[in-house]
């Protein structure tokens, strides 16, 4: 263990699965397929979100920043993941430990907004169909997009600004797969309750607020798509809006979960607690955006001629 001043730690420990080295290889073989299967059908969501004119739209505009997003914020841990597998060293600078926690927190939180400005995008398009070209123009929804991650990299910064302000004086182990804040925080040997209460806001504004916009937007969806007579024209208007429907409860379901469930009268340290956080974060990290790409393909007809048309230019070419 290293130490500077007796405050400042400058190497951690990730313990992840090292108490299971016969899991750690299963576990390495599982997440690099899911892990190629994310890089895959989030790059090809992408590139036809591109080439395709047809999905030259808003909602595939947003589409291309939540794949885009997700490739960024998987790459942020799973290689190191990956490799601590392996690895009988799995320490980490707390230098590249602040990196990941700031980029992983900056991710997550842009993903919220994200989803809510998506959720604006589907209402006006079913409960306003006429206007849809007037108010989500080219002009409207890329500040959308802008703002998101705007919103997210700044409250990252706020929060991991503080966080790494911290006197770390107690252990280096972090009992977690990667420098997740809420582990880090763990390690800090004075009152983190400022800390708790800026994360609190942080949780109010980012994540329940655009939850309260989505809830909001398919009421009103919801509302419109009953008005409409014929079982045809409702399966019509449910359709463009069910894959983000799907997405979202799958996002905030475990996110919602995983920062605001009871506390429990357990220590913080338990190795029960921790290895549920760890469970939970791991499926928030990897089964979301390795699903993603799935359901929209699935439930998104234009998305699935896209990327037939892709498909066919690729062997047309050769």
């Given at each position: 263990?290293?130490?500077?001043?007796?405050?400042?730690?400058?190497?951690?420990?990730?313990?992840?699965?090292?108490?299971y080295?016969?899991l750690?290889?299963?576990f390495?073989?599982i997440?690099?397929?899911?892990?190629?299967?994310?890089?895959?059908?989030?790059?090809?969501?992408?590139?036809?979100?591109?080439?395709?004119?047809?999905?030259?739209?808003?909602?595939?505009?947003?589409?291309?920043?939540l794949s885009?997003?997700?490739?960024?914020?998987?790459?942020?841990?799973?290689?190191?993941?990956?490799?601590?597998?392996?690895?009988?060293?799995?320490?980490?600078?707390?230098?590249?430990c602040?990196?990941?926690?700031?980029?992983?927190?900056?991710?997550?939180?842009?993903e919220?907004?994200?989803?809510?400005?998506?959720?604006?995008?589907?209402?006006v398009?079913?409960?306003?169909?006429?206007?849809?070209?007037?108010?989500?123009s080219?002009?409207?929804y890329?500040?959308?997009?802008?703002?998101?991650?705007?919103?997210?990299?700044?409250?990252s910064?706020?929060?991991?600004?503080?966080?790494?302000?911290?006197?770390?004086c107690?252990?280096?182990?972090?009992?977690?797969?990667?420098?997740?804040?809420?582990?880090?925080?763990?390690?800090?040997c004075a009152?983190i309750?400022g800390?708790?209460?800026?994360?609190?806001?942080a949780?109010i504004?980012?994540?329940?607020?655009?939850?309260?916009?989505i809830?909001?937007s398919y009421?009103?969806?919801?509302?419109?798509?009953?008005?409409?007579?014929?079982?045809?024209?409702?399966?019509?208007?449910?359709?463009?809006c069910?894959a983000?429907?799907t997405?979202?409860?799958?996002?905030?379901?475990?996110?919602?979960?995983?920062?605001?469930?009871?506390?429990?009268t357990?220590?913080?340290n338990?190795?029960?607690?921790?290895?549920t956080?760890?469970?939970?974060?791991?499926?928030?990290g990897?089964?979301?955006?390795?699903?993603n790409?799935?359901?929209?393909?699935?439930?998104?007809?234009?998305?699935?001629?896209?990327?037939?048309?892709?498909?066919?230019?690729?062997?047309?070419?050769k």
């Open positions: 263990m290293e130490w500077k001043n007796q405050t400042i730690v400058v190497e951690l420990f990730l313990k992840g699965l090292s108490g080295p016969s750690e290889i299963l390495f073989v997440i690099l397929i899911m892990y190629v299967f994310i890089l895959l059908g989030n790059g090809t969501l992408i590139l036809i979100s591109i080439v395709d004119p047809h999905l030259h739209k808003p909602m595939y505009f947003f589409l291309g920043n885009f997003l997700d490739i960024c914020f998987t790459t942020t841990s799973i290689p190191q993941i990956l490799v601590s597998f392996l690895s009988e060293r799995k320490t980490i600078s707390f230098t590249f602040a990196l990941q926690m700031f980029i992983g927190l900056a991710l997550g939180t842009t919220c907004v994200l989803l809510g400005m998506m959720a604006f995008d589907r209402y398009a079913i409960c306003n169909p006429l206007r849809y070209p007037i108010i989500m080219k002009n409207f890329v500040p959308m997009a802008t703002g998101s991650w705007f919103a997210g990299f700044v409250n910064a706020v929060q991991t600004g503080f966080v790494v302000q911290l006197p770390f107690k252990h280096n182990i972090i009992n977690h797969f990667s420098c997740e804040i809420l582990a880090v925080m763990k390690l800090a009152d309750s800390n708790e209460f800026i994360m609190l806001v949780t504004l980012f994540t329940l607020v655009p939850l309260f916009l809830v909001i009421s009103l969806i919801i509302s419109s798509i009953l008005k409409i007579h014929s079982a045809e024209g409702r399966s019509k208007a449910f359709s463009t069910s983000h429907l997405v979202v409860i799958i996002f905030y379901g475990t996110i919602l979960f995983m920062y605001m469930k009871p506390k429990s357990e220590t913080l338990s190795d029960d607690l921790d290895a956080d760890k469970l939970i974060s791991m499926f928030y990897v089964i979301t955006p390795i699903l790409p799935l359901i929209y393909s699935l439930r998104n007809k234009d998305v699935k001629k896209g990327v037939r048309h892709l498909l066919n230019r690729r062997f047309i070419s």
